[in-house]
């Protein structure tokens, strides 16, 4: 069952399961019931990056607070799925693909 689902800044059809939602945030306690700012964040991200390690994941940055929400994304062809996502103080370093103005 998907749990959320958003066509992101890239384009991309980016779902997840409500089974593997709840599998990270078994491991990023700090991103429970954010899911609204998890989905704007695919929508209108700061900052999307290419992953460092491979070149069909994607990370998307968006304005939490103090923090950083990061939603880490696998595109294939048209879609995408989230890998994992969570809070962060910093933008990791990579190719930047997006940034707002």
Known sequence: MLYIEAISKLGKHI???KRHW???VS???S???IEK???E???NPSYVRLSKEDNEVYLYYSTYGRYFV???CRHLN???FIITAYLTDSIKKGVIVYEAD
């Open 41 to 43: 964040a695919l929508k």
């Open 27 to 29: 491991k990023h306690e």
């Open 22 to 24: 709840d599998y990270i």
């Open 70 to 72: 990061c939603v880490v």
């Open 37 to 39: 700012q998890i989905k």
């Open 31 to 33: 991103i429970i019931g």
């Open 78 to 80: 048209g879609d995408g």
């Open 15 to 17: 779902r997840i399961t």
